[in-house]
């Protein structure tokens, strides 16, 4: 269990906000995360709604397994209580009226996700700026974090009035712990990764981020079928278009994407893993320090994603997966970015826009790097030895050819 307060410090209001648990004996006394509480209020909340629906099987029992894991081992404070509480309680609220819409048009389940584009690869690999790009697609379309927290509209609410209601969860993480701004922007009008998309099945990659929960284990499969119930809701009545999609938990169950997506082209990234190992671990305590005072995180120098992504190789060398997985390296990405884009949709054979080219090349005059000061971290700092995990990442660096930054 570490304490971070040695390497960031809590804004006051937040720092008062959390004892404000302190002084009545504890946050769980302030903030209640009781699971039949929690049902009670978003069936009200919806007007009587009561069905949360079966698309992705026993929600119920996960939903009850993750509550019960979360109070017991996830020691959130007061403001992480608070963030969980709204996150879950809009996950039900979710659920109920993604059941009734597909209950009242039963053609949305008849949608056909066709040729998504997927990204992943090691955390801060370039995923995330990858993801903006080639949301800019004329052809293609990304699921904003607006409309996957509100994919169906409560109450006649407005654009205006749903895009408010994601600004306060998405925006909310840089305001409670402000070096968050420089690890990865979320705003509401941002596409959004798929954890997020995943996080009303009560499974998935988003629960096991926020929080250390040494005894609750992810249902991918669920998680997945979730995940296309929801682009079915999202997509439904609008001009088809190819999704573009994105997490790096995508590398460790790749078989399930293909399986869920078998026509999906997965464009996988790299970089120096000097950089997104330390990175990644920084960026996880970040995560996890904004709701708890005790944070527990994996241990520094284990095998990481390595040994993933060299599996991934030689599967990939033999033909054991669909010849549908293309490569970008970040420092081409960062060099060039229309040139590595289109190079990218070379290889899927798909038509590069020039309208495209434009749209990269503002919105990267935009988006300056370090816009919200520098991710600072080092190798030593999250308890890396540089030259062993270069020793060890050898196979990976050498197979792929990833460029060494220092």
């Known amino acids: 269990m570490q304490n971070l307060s040695?390497?960031?410090?809590?804004?006051?209001?937040?720092?008062?906000?959390?004892?404000?648990?302190?002084?009545?004996?504890?946050?769980?006394?302030?903030?209640?995360?009781?699971?039949?509480?929690?049902?009670?209020?978003?069936?009200?909340?919806?007007?009587?709604?009561?069905?949360?629906?079966?698309?992705?099987?026993?929600?119920?029992?996960?939903?009850?397994?993750?509550?019960?894991?979360?109070e017991a081992t996830g020691k959130l404070n007061t403001l992480g209580r608070l963030m969980t509480r709204q996150e879950i309680l809009r996950g039900l609220r979710t659920r109920?009226?993604?059941?009734?819409?597909?209950?009242?048009?039963?053609?949305?389940?008849?949608?056909?996700?066709?040729?998504?584009?997927?990204?992943?690869?090691?955390p801060r690999s370039?995923?995330?700026?990858?993801?903006?790009?080639?949301?800019?697609?004329?052809?293609?379309?990304?699921?904003?974090?607006?409309?996957?927290?509100?994919?169906?509209?409560f109450g006649g609410a407005s654009e205006a009035e749903t895009l408010a209601m994601a600004e306060c969860e998405q925006e909310f993480w840089s305001d409670v712990?402000?070096?968050?701004?420089?690890?990865?922007?979320?705003?509401a009008d941002l596409p959004v990764e798929c954890v997020t998309l995943t996080l009303p099945s009560f499974t998935g990659g988003h629960w096991g981020m926020i929080a250390n929960l040494p005894n609750w284990v992810a249902d991918y499969p669920a998680s997945m079928d979730y995940h296309r119930a929801l682009l079915q809701t999202l997509q439904y009545g609008r001009e088809p278009q190819?999704?573009?999609?994105?997490?790096?938990?995508?590398?460790?169950?790749?078989?399930?994407?293909?399986?869920?997506?078998?026509?999906?082209?997965?464009?996988?990234?790299?970089?120096?893993?000097?950089?997104?190992?330390?990175?990644?671990?920084?960026?996880?305590?970040?995560?996890?320090?904004?709701?708890?005072?005790?944070?527990?995180?994996?241990?520094?120098?284990?095998?990481?994603?390595?040994?993933?992504?060299?599996?991934?190789a030689t599967r990939r060398a033999a033909g054991e997966l669909p010849d549908r997985i293309v490569d970008s390296h970040f420092t081409d990405l960062m060099a060039d970015p229309v040139a590595a884009v289109e190079k990218l949709y070379g290889q899927m054979e798909r038509p590069f826009l020039a309208e495209h080219a434009d749209a990269i090349r503002r919105y990267m005059k935009s988006k300056p790097k370090a816009k919200f000061g520098k991710h600072e971290y080092s190798a030593e700092q999250w308890g890396f030895d540089p030259a062993q995990l270069r020793k060890k990442m050898l196979p990976y660096t050498d197979h792929y050819g990833v460029t060494l930054e220092g």
């Not at 039963?106 to 992943?120: H, L, S």
């Not at 080639?134 to 169906?152: C, F, G, I, K």
């Not at 712990?177 to 705003?187: K, M, N, S």
Request: glycine residues 6%; proline residues 7%; charged residues 25%.
């Open 242 to 312: 190819n999704w573009v999609l994105k997490t790096p938990l995508y590398l460790v169950f790749i078989d399930l994407l293909f399986a869920t997506y078998p026509d999906a082209w997965v464009v996988h990234t790299h970089r120096d893993p000097l950089k997104t190992e330390p990175s990644s671990l920084s960026t996880l305590a970040t995560v996890r320090w904004e709701r708890s005072d005790e944070v527990e995180l994996p241990e520094a120098g284990g095998a990481g994603l390595g040994d993933v992504m060299m599996l991934l």
């Open 126 to 153: 370039g995923t995330s700026i990858l993801f903006e790009l080639l949301a800019l697609d004329p052809n293609a379309r990304a699921p904003l974090s607006w409309e996957v927290l509100h994919p169906v509209r």
């Open 177 to 187: 712990q402000p070096e968050f701004a420089a690890i990865h922007e979320l705003r």
């Open 6 to 70: 040695e390497f960031y410090t809590r804004p006051d209001w937040a720092r008062r906000i959390n004892a404000m648990g302190d002084s009545v004996g504890g946050a769980d006394r302030l903030i209640s995360l009781d699971p039949d509480e929690l049902v009670r209020i978003a069936i009200d909340s919806t007007g009587g709604l009561a069905e949360f629906g079966d698309f992705d099987g026993d929600w119920c029992a996960r939903y009850l397994s993750l509550l019960t894991e979360i």
């Open 96 to 122: 109920l009226l993604v059941t009734r819409a597909r209950t009242e048009t039963p053609a949305i389940a008849d949608e056909k996700i066709e040729t998504p584009i997927v990204i992943t690869g090691p």
